[in-house]
Nanobody
Framework: QVQLVESGGGSVQTGGSLRLSCAAY????????MGWFRQVPGKEREGVAV???????SYADSVKGRFTISRDNAKNTLYLQMNTLKPEDTAMYYC????????????????????WGQGTQVTVSS
């Protein structure tokens, strides 16, 4: 089992940048599939980015070219660098982890993660 703690959220203007961090505690972080998700009240949770144990990454179309997911296994930390932020990026951002495979046989990234953080709010003003 793993515990996840996000940080780095805040308020920025359109075009600004933020870096989210997710510290993992309690298990073998380096063997976990990791992901970032976001949710706006009243809407379904949206997958933002996923990174596999071998570093393979995938992104939602809405953030490609602007967001970068990365992991530092030595520090048990997951990151999400967010650049050129837009008002539609405003959401609660959640870190997620799972010890199961990151991708299915059709190379679709996992969405049903077992472990979740409490979330960090990102607000982008126009």
């Amino acid at each position: 089992q793993v515990q996840l703690v996000e940080s780095g959220g805040g308020s920025v203007q359109t075009g600004g940048s933020l870096r989210l961090s997710c510290a993992a505690y309690g298990s073998t972080y380096s063997t976990y599939c990791m992901g970032w998700f976001r949710q706006v009240p009243g809407k379904e949770r949206e997958g933002v980015a996923v990174i596999d144990v071998d570093g393979r990454k995938s992104y939602a179309d809405s953030v490609k070219g602007r967001f970068t997911i990365s992991r530092d296994n030595a520090k048990n930390t997951l990151y999400l660098q967010m650049n050129t932020l837009k008002p539609e990026d405003t959401a609660m951002y959640y870190c997620a982890a799972d010890e199961r495979l990151c991708y299915n046989k059709h190379h679709v990234p996992r969405a049903d993660f077992r472990y979740w953080g409490q979330g960090t709010q990102v607000t982008v003003s126009s």
